[in-house]
């Protein structure tokens, strides 16, 4: 018996100690190239870029960041990407998209598309671009289950990087207002004695909260 | 010793009463686990924001493009994998396109349908030549992709040609956002049916014999 308080105790400390380890560092970065205002009756549309092939923005990343900027008190009006893509369709389909801000240009020439931007009231563009990768896995855990029970045994971690790049059109002046970055990475923990005890680095979550405060800062004009 | 026999004899034999019942389940079980799985393909397309040209637009859709079907054969096993019917949908895609591009279409059954209309500008016939399927397990990327390459016949009511062109889609879905393979091809070729309607309504008088025929008859 008192083995086993040993062992869990053993096992609560070593716990607690990888707990706090598998934390996660962020770095949020901005350039600024314009000054930005907007006001409470206008929008901004959150769009993730999907032109590669390797890899595309996440819908839910996007929707993360859109919810981040559009909560709070000091909250912007954020339009639904997908609601965006549907009402302003072809146009931002991935093979379609305006990739720099002349190209915008030429898209608003287009009575169709100047008019729904208009019913929008869309102010700012941002574009996401980015993704997460986990590397490094190591360790192996494996479970058992028999007549009289289960259970789990080893030890597994990994590393998870978030690169996430915002850039914010100007829909006023048609040009680039300035560029967010995140990167967040941090390493998770699965220790399993029986029980498999997940300690997750959060990476995304922190990557996304990151960039969407700063992206409404950096909107509302107070950096 | 005798006693104890009967007694294990009999406890087999109750345990083989139980995997009587089993048996069935756990056979179909395998049987489904190398079974083709049917993926029907099923989405929801918006209107493209575009100018309408002011013309009459006769359609056909043959059976071939109706009832359209790929088949994913497995690599190692020679069998079945996956038959992905995109037929319905396509039909659905280019309802939904061809009166956002057009200003009237008319539907018809056959070639021989055309004379029963007379006021048609031009008869269009939509069909695959290709398709192809990426799968994350074979293509070791995490996207499942889905490729289209299309025939377009554009014709004169007289069966005059006037365009015939080839149009390729491309959809991909990223592999974490679906848990089912189905889900996940089903996004993808619904993003390439998209990119099809894309690039149909923003390029249509962009092709050159399209351009010549809208030109002559002082359409642009």
Not at chain 1, 24 to 37: A, G, L, N, V
Not at chain 1, 118 to 128: A, C, R, T
Not at chain 2, 170 to 179: A, I, L, N, R, V
Request: proline share 5%; net charge negative; aromatic share 10%.
């Amino acid at each position: 018996m008192k083995t086993v308080n040993l062992l869990l105790k053993a096992f609560l400390a070593g716990g607690l100690l990888l707990l706090i380890s598998a934390c996660t560092t962020t770095e949020i970065d901005e350039f600024r190239q314009s000054s930005t205002k907007i006001e409470e009756d206008s929008s901004i549309v959150i769009l993730g870029r999907r032109q590669s092939n390797a890899y595309e923005t996440e819908e839910n990343f996007v929707q993360c960041v859109g919810n981040v900027v559009a909560s709070g008190s000091d909250g912007i009006n954020v339009i639904p990407e997908p609601l965006f893509l549907d009402e302003m369709f072809p146009f931002f389909e991935p093979r379609m998209a305006p990739m720099r801000t002349d190209h915008l240009a030429q898209l608003m020439q287009q009575e169709e598309a100047a008019k729904k931007f208009e019913d929008f009231g869309v102010k700012y563009i941002v574009w996401l671009d980015g993704q997460t990768q986990r590397s490094g896995e190591t360790g192996s855990l494996s479970c058992v289950i028999g007549p009289g029970g289960g259970g789990c045994f080893g030890f597994g971690t990994w590393v998870d990087d978030s690169n996430f790049e915002a850039e914010i059109w100007d829909l006023d002046n048609l040009s680039t207002a300035g560029a967010i970055s995140a990167d967040a990475n941090g390493q998770s923990y699965v220790p399993a004695i029986v029980l498999p005890i997940p300690l997750l680095a959060r990476v995304e979550t922190s990557a996304c909260s990151g960039l969407g405060e700063q992206l409404k800062t950096f909107l509302r004009g107070n950096a | 010793m005798r006693e104890m026999m009967i007694l294990m004899m009999s406890s087999l034999k109750h345990m083989f009463t139980g995997f009587r019942f089993l048996a069935p389940v756990v056979l179909c079980s395998l049987l489904l686990g190398c079974s083709v799985s049917v993926i029907e393909i099923s989405g929801n397309y918006p209107s493209p924001l575009v100018t309408q040209l002011p013309l009459t637009l006769g359609v056909i859709y043959d059976d071939n493009f109706t009832n359209y079907s790929f088949t994913e054969i497995d690599e190692y096993s020679g069998e079945d994998q996956y038959i992905i019917n995109s037929g319905t949908t396509q039909v659905q895609l280019f309802n939904t396109i061809l009166p956002a591009v057009f200003y009237e279409v008319v539907f018809l059954d056959n070639l021989e349908d055309v004379a029963s209309h007379p006021g048609l500008d031009m008869v269009f016939q939509p069909a695959i030549e290709e398709f192809q399927v990426g799968l994350p397990q074979k293509t070791r990327l995490d996207v499942y992709e889905i490729w289209v390459k299309y025939n377009m016949r554009l014709s004169a009511p007289d069966g005059a040609s006037i365009a015939d062109w080839v149009m390729t889609a491309y959809g991909k879905s990223p592999q974490e956002t679906f848990g089912s393979v189905d889900a996940g091809v089903n996004e993808a070729a619904v993003e390439a049916f998209r990119d099809l309607a894309g690039t149909f309504s923003l390029g249509f008088t962009s092709i050159p014999e399209v351009n010549d025929w809208l030109r002559s008859n002082n359409m642009l």
